[in-house]
T-cell receptor, first 113, second 110 residues
Framework: GAGVSQSPSNKVTEKGKDVELRCDPISGHTALYWYRQSLGQGLEFLIYFQGNSAPDKSGLPSDRFSAERTGGSVSTLTIQRTQQEDSAVYLC???????????FGQGTRLTVV | QKEVEQNSGPLSVPEGAIASLNCTYSDRGSQSFFWYRQYSGKSPELIMSIYSNGDKEDGRFTAQLNKASQYVSLLIRDSQPSDSATYLCAVNINDYKLSFGAGTTVTVRA
């Protein structure tokens, strides 16, 4: 596709349920980032994938959060046993390779009720 | 020390004036620097990238980089109401991690 695509755009879930967020990066981009942005706050780094290298998971806030990237393309971010504090916009970005310009998707707004 | 710090703002400028945004970073080895614009309720949009010391101009935007001082700035000339947004400074830390500042909110008064 022409840009980074994220789905769903909005997700409302009940506390305790698991959710999966999807990111489809720009074709050919080897680097992929996930960020979280709470209301009125900055971007919090979650995880980084570069090609086939082991991902940097240093930003994941708890073991309820996990992410994978299949075939070096599509990535899914999974949040297990969601909590109200998980409510935020989850943003995905991709870049052609590390240290180059990164482009964001439109984000997934997650609301935990 | 935060990895990327921006002047806190908010910044209010009259239409037609110059808006000046500043950013400092902690990793002396950083090589890649970016400015993003984020409108309320939207995702960040890349507006400038800079990799070498000095100035880089693109239309009404000028990015300035000084690696010795670990400082990067963005100037917006002839500010327009449509420039009202939050501006995010981003720096590659440890040669890969793209770390963001908290952002500076700019309001251009008509």
């Amino acid at each position: 596709g022409a840009g980074v695509s994220q789905s769903p755009s909005n997700k409302v879930t009940e506390k305790g349920k698991d959710v999966e967020l999807r990111c489809d990066p720009i074709s050919g981009h080897t680097a992929l980032y996930w960020y979280r942005q709470s209301l009125g706050q900055g971007l919090e780094f979650l995880i980084y994938f570069q090609g086939n290298s082991a991902p940097d998971k240093s930003g994941l806030p708890s073991d309820r959060f996990s992410a994978e990237r299949t075939g070096g393309s599509v990535s899914t971010l999974t949040i297990q046993r969601t909590q109200q504090e998980d409510s935020a916009v989850y943003l995905c970005a991709s870049s052609a390779r590390m240290n180059t310009e990164a482009f964001f998707g439109q984000g997934t707004r997650l609301t935990v009720v | 020390q935060k990895e990327v710090e921006q002047n806190s703002g908010p910044l209010s400028v009259p239409e037609g004036a110059i808006a000046s945004l500043n950013c400092t970073y902690s990793d002396r080895g950083s090589q890649s620097f970016f400015w993003y614009r984020q409108y309320s309720g939207k995702s960040p949009e890349l507006i400038m990238s800079i990799y070498s010391n000095g100035d880089k101009e693109d239309g009404r935007f000028t990015a300035q980089l000084n690696k010795a001082s670990q400082y990067v700035s963005l100037l917006i000339r002839d500010s327009q109401p449509s420039d009202s947004a939050t501006y995010l400074c981003a720096v590659n830390i440890n040669d890969y991690k793209l770390s963001f500042g908290a952002g500076t909110t700019v309001t251009v008064r008509a």
